[in-house]
């Protein structure tokens, strides 16, 4: 796994924490306990910061990254993804804050100053343009997004689940990791 250092500034892996070898984590990256990393995913903290929650998964694909501070925006834009987030495959998320709970279906664009709060489910495909909030149980799809429905009893609590399910499964491959052998 390429996890590397940006400025001096190594990521931070918690405890229980599966990163695939073939994705890069590098600079101000911080991970809690339990989290999931899949092939190819790209997670840039250089020019600020990302914080990835526990129970969390990322899938393959993904890319993660940040905007920097500036005159116009003294913060810049981090990347804060709360606790029990499912993001499918091949997602970007950019600068944006997502809260607890969130399944990002595949293939969906997060942008700049998003604020997504907690239970909330984005359509694959989705794209959120910059500055949007998503409000707290509701389905969001489309491009540019738009609020569907309110969430039905059962996904939200699928919400959990599907974190959950990727927490089971990293744990599968944390205890399945041994040296590869030669073959002869």
């Known amino acids: 796994m390429a996890i590397r250092a940006y ?16 994705s890069v984590v590098v600079g101000e990256v911080i991970c ?6 899949w092939p190819l995913v790209a997670a840039r903290g250089d020019v600020n910061y990302i914080k990835i929650g526990a129970r969390t998964n990322i899938q393959d694909g993904t890319v993660l990254h940040v905007s920097r501070v500036s005159k116009a925006n003294p913060n810049g834009f981090p990347l804060i993804i709360g606790e029990d987030v499912t993001i499918g495959h091949k997602c970007m998320l950019h600068g944006c804050i997502l809260g607890d709970r969130i399944l990002v279906g595949m293939g969906a664009i997060i942008m700049d100053g998003v604020v997504v709060e907690n239970d909330v489910f984005i359509g694959a495909g989705t794209l959120v343009p ?9 389905l969001y799809k489309g491009n540019p997004m ?7 009893e059962s996904e939200t ?10 927490v089971q499964l990293k744990n599968e491959y944390l205890d399945d990791l041994k040296p590869l052998q030669p073959t002869r």
Request: net charge positive; aromatic share 10%; charged share 25%.
């Open 157 to 166: 609590e699928f919400l959990k689940q599907s974190a959950y399910n990727y």
């Open 32 to 37: 809690a306990n339990d989290v999931s990393i």
């Open 7 to 22: 400025k001096n500034i190594t990521p931070t892996i918690g405890e229980n924490t599966y990163i695939d070898e073939s």
């Open 130 to 138: 910059p500055n949007k909030t998503l409000k707290s149980g509701f």
């Open 146 to 152: 738009q609020q569907a429905r309110l969430l039905k």
